[in-house]
């Protein structure tokens, strides 16, 4: 088989696109899998601060009751209360922004999938179609042959032909 095949390039160039497709896959879901561990992490933190939050506060109050206090003890019981809300809140602003975040690293994930199938469904049409041709220039490669081989061998003897010599 002398010719090449003439979408060779395109082949090459779509084996490429799709092994780049490949790599941005992995690093999305590396991306997301990142995210899901950020949501955990926080989430945890959350809920152990959601825990300590009711034993400090727990303690304040403990320090106070049953007690004459000064108004000024009593506002910063309120104030360190206060902190503590403040907090829980801002924990709960970062769960909720690591779940947003989940959320478009899991879309950009499912994109480069989609991505990544697309490329492998363009090197395969071109593969299919390349080795059609492959099996198409293998005849006609057997029939060059078999002509070159009649040609050769010239005309076919028969019968008729071997009565003359007697």
């Known amino acids: 088989m002398g010719t090449q095949y003439a979408l060779q390039d395109m082949l090459r160039i779509r084996r490429r ?6 790599k941005e896959l992995v690093a999305a879901r590396r991306a997301q899998d990142e995210a899901q561990a950020a949501l955990r992490r926080s989430q945890q933190e959350l809920e152990t601060f959601r825990g300590q939050k009711a034993d400090r506060a727990n ?3 403990a320090a106070v009751i049953g007690q004459v206090v000064r108004r000024e003890v009593l506002d910063r019981l309120k104030e360190e209360l206060a902190r503590l809300d403040e907090q829980e809140l801002l924990l709960a602003a970062q769960v909720s922004q690591a779940q947003q ?3 478009e690293r899991g879309r950009a994930a499912e994109q480069a999938h989609r991505r990544y199938v697309e490329e492998n469904r363009n090197v395969t049409k071109i593969q299919t179609h390349k080795a059609s041709w492959e099996e198409e220039e293998a005849r006609e490669q057997e029939r060059r042959q078999d002509a070159e081989m ?16 007697d």
């Open 59 to 61: 303690r304040l109050f």
């Open 101 to 103: 975040t989940l959320e």
């Open 17 to 22: 696109r799709e092994e780049r497709a490949g």
């Open 150 to 165: 009649e040609e050769f061998s010239g005309r076919r003897l028969t019968n008729d032909d071997f009565d003359d010599f």
